[in-house]
């Protein structure tokens, strides 16, 4: 009987003793009688030597990446500067295959998916994702979700869980997915904002990750038709509270990454340039950022006129939408993080509460992030009644079926306030990722319900 223990790679440290170790083959590469082979599990990774009669075998020859395999060896520490995860090495005496792998798709793995288009990569997610890149994400994306919700809970935010099938819209009519609920119309959510106002009274500040749903018609960088949504509802507060709120939260969030070694090498790894906003961040007005685009030369498109109309391109104006590539030369050039703040209540929904110094604009906010843009949008809500009515008939909604919305505002109302931030524009800004594609286990986006 072999007793020889089982340890996991990348934590293995017993030098010197025999260890039997499970993995598949990440890498090989064969010189003159010896081969060398990088193992790996879902905890890291082994250099593994073959030589002697071992390298000689049929199975050793017709090794295929991705073959999963039982190794027996000797354990030993190589000098310091070697490239071995860990200085390690396992000298291996005996190996068993487990599952030969068909060494057709050898090529997919470890790809960086540069353009998050290439349709291949997209049909062999599944393969893809034994890859270092993609995997290193999840793991990223992971802690990030721990250090939010460690964030929250020392600002004592309540994690409550609103229901993803609703029959009320928050972000306009557009985006919906609609389905048949037995025999009635529903959708599924775009955001649990509405819900997440209804525990304050009881509850406190509260805060929800759950994924909202998004018919977005359009192929861009940064739109998924599902995406993981952490959302928090603050109670008695003021736009300023909401602002530094914000800053506090993403702020505490990446010193938790950082401050993880294991996370903090694999974010150095995705993202060697990455560096920790600095605080105050960069506020910026809706109206000055307009002006801010007109001096840069960057122009409004109005895409609702024709490709070839001479009126297309023109200097924005007040009350424009500013425009997702309009908004990335932006913060390409300012290259910080920037509150951008005081909407138009034009092109905002219809919760938002108005400034009262300017009532043209809203309390709203986006953070915006180099490379990405948007990945939070947040406001002060409308908390007078009367006030919520003419928003609902501002944008034609029907006030029936926000019946329990509106409820907030006749039994003690309060001023507050919240936001939505999207978990995979998080990660694509901290993992520097071309598009947020990279950043969810398997991407749904337009056409695209697969693997
Ligand atoms: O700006 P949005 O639409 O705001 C809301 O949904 C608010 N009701 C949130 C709130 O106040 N509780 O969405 C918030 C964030 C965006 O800033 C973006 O990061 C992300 O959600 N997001 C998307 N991410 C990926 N794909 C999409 N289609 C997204 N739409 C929004
Ligand atoms: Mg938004």
């Given at each position: 009987?072999?007793?020889?223990?089982?340890?996991?790679?990348?934590?293995?440290?017993?030098?010197?003793?025999?260890?039997?170790?499970?993995?598949?083959?990440?890498?090989?590469?064969?010189?003159?009688?010896?081969?060398?082979?990088?193992?790996?599990?879902?905890?890291?990774?082994?250099?593994?030597?073959?030589?002697?009669?071992?390298?000689?075998?049929?199975?050793?020859?017709?090794?295929?990446?991705?073959?999963?395999?039982?190794?027996?060896?000797?354990?030993?520490?190589?000098?310091?500067?070697?490239?071995?995860?860990?200085?390690?090495?396992?000298?291996?005496?005996?190996?068993?295959?487990?599952?030969?792998?068909?060494?057709?798709?050898?090529?997919?793995?470890?790809?960086?998916?540069?353009d998050g288009d290439?349709?291949?990569?997209?049909?062999?997610?599944?393969?893809?994702?034994?890859?270092?890149?993609?995997?290193?994400?999840?793991?990223?994306?992971?802690?990030?979700?721990?250090?939010?919700?460690?964030?929250?809970?020392?600002?004592?935010?309540?994690?409550?869980?609103?229901?993803?099938?609703?029959?009320?819209q928050v972000e306009g009519g557009a985006t919906l997915f609609g389905?048949?609920?037995?025999?009635?119309?529903?959708?599924?959510?775009q955001s649990?904002?509405?819900?997440?106002?209804?525990?304050?009274?009881?509850?406190?500040?509260?805060?929800?990750?759950?994924?909202?749903f998004r018919a977005e018609r359009s192929l861009t960088r940064r739109h998924l038709a599902?995406y993981?949504?952490?959302?928090?509802?603050?109670?008695?507060?003021?736009?300023?509270?909401?602002?530094?709120?914000?800053?506090?939260?993403?702020?505490?969030?990446?010193?938790?990454?950082?401050?993880?070694?294991?996370?903090?090498?694999?974010?150095?790894?995705?993202?060697?340039?990455?560096?920790?906003?600095?605080?105050?961040?960069?506020?910026m007005k809706y109206a000055d950022a307009i002006e801010w685009l007109n001096e840069h030369k960057i122009d409004f498109d109005d895409d609702e006129l024709p490709e070839d109309d001479p009126q297309r391109k023109r200097p924005h104006r007040f009350g424009d939408d500013i425009a997702e590539a309009a908004e990335r030369k932006m913060t390409d050039i300012l290259?910080?993080?920037i509150?951008l703040t005081h909407f138009p209540a034009e092109i905002k929904a219809f919760y938002m509460?108005r400034?009262?110094?300017d009532r043209r604009v809203t309390?709203s906010v986006d953070?915006l992030m180099p490379n990405v843009g948007e990945i939070?949008g947040?406001s002060?809500?409308?908390?007078?009644?009367?006030?919520?009515?003419?928003a609902?008939k501002r944008v034609e909604i029907?006030?029936?079926?926000?019946?329990?919305?509106?409820?907030?505002?006749?039994?003690?109302?309060?001023?507050?306030?919240?936001?939505?931030?999207g978990?995979?524009r998080?990660?694509a800004?901290?993992?520097?990722?071309h598009t947020v594609r990279?950043?969810?286990?398997?991407?749904?986006f337009v056409n695209r319900?697969?693997?």
């Amino acid at each position: 009987l072999d007793e020889t223990e089982g340890v996991t790679l990348g934590t293995a440290d017993k030098p010197g003793t025999r260890v039997k170790v499970l993995g598949r083959v990440h890498r090989s590469r064969t010189q003159k009688e010896v081969m060398f082979i990088t193992l790996k599990d879902g905890y890291g990774q082994m250099q593994v030597v073959f030589g002697g009669q071992l390298i000689k075998t049929y199975a050793a020859m017709t090794l295929t990446l991705e073959t999963s395999i039982e190794i027996k060896g000797q354990l030993r520490e190589l000098p310091p500067k070697a490239s071995a995860p860990l200085n390690r090495e396992l000298h291996a005496d005996y190996f068993r295959i487990i599952g030969a792998a068909a060494g057709d798709k050898e090529a997919i793995t470890n790809k960086v998916q540069a353009d998050g288009d290439n349709q291949t990569l997209l049909d062999q997610r599944h393969l893809v994702l034994r890859g270092d890149n993609a995997s290193n994400v999840m793991k990223v994306r992971a802690a990030v979700l721990r250090a939010f919700r460690q964030a929250y809970l020392e600002t004592r935010c309540l994690e409550v869980a609103p229901p993803s099938m609703v029959q009320t819209q928050v972000e306009g009519g557009a985006t919906l997915f609609g389905f048949k609920y037995y025999d009635q119309e529903a959708y599924l959510t775009q955001s649990s904002q509405l819900y997440l106002e209804t525990c304050l009274p009881s509850m406190g500040d509260v805060f929800c990750i759950c994924p909202s749903f998004r018919a977005e018609r359009s192929l861009t960088r940064r739109h998924l038709a599902e995406y993981m949504h952490i959302e928090a509802e603050l109670d008695f507060i003021t736009f300023d509270d909401l602002l530094s709120h914000l800053e506090h939260v993403i702020c505490r969030v990446v010193d938790l990454i950082l401050a993880d070694p294991v996370t903090a090498a694999y974010v150095k790894d995705l993202n060697s340039k990455f560096q920790p906003p600095s605080r105050p961040f960069k506020r910026m007005k809706y109206a000055d950022a307009i002006e801010w685009l007109n001096e840069h030369k960057i122009d409004f498109d109005d895409d609702e006129l024709p490709e070839d109309d001479p009126q297309r391109k023109r200097p924005h104006r007040f009350g424009d939408d500013i425009a997702e590539a309009a908004e990335r030369k932006m913060t390409d050039i300012l290259n910080v993080p920037i509150f951008l703040t005081h909407f138009p209540a034009e092109i905002k929904a219809f919760y938002m509460s108005r400034d009262p110094a300017d009532r043209r604009v809203t309390e709203s906010v986006d953070v915006l992030m180099p490379n990405v843009g948007e990945i939070v949008g947040g406001s002060m809500r409308i908390s007078d009644y009367d006030e919520l009515m003419a928003a609902y008939k501002r944008v034609e909604i029907d006030a029936t079926p926000y019946y329990w919305y509106t409820d907030q505002r006749k039994y003690g109302t309060s001023p507050h306030g919240g936001y939505g931030l999207g978990l995979e524009r998080f990660l694509a800004w901290l993992c520097d990722r071309h598009t947020v594609r990279d950043c969810v286990l398997y991407p749904r986006f337009v056409n695209r319900c697969t693997p």
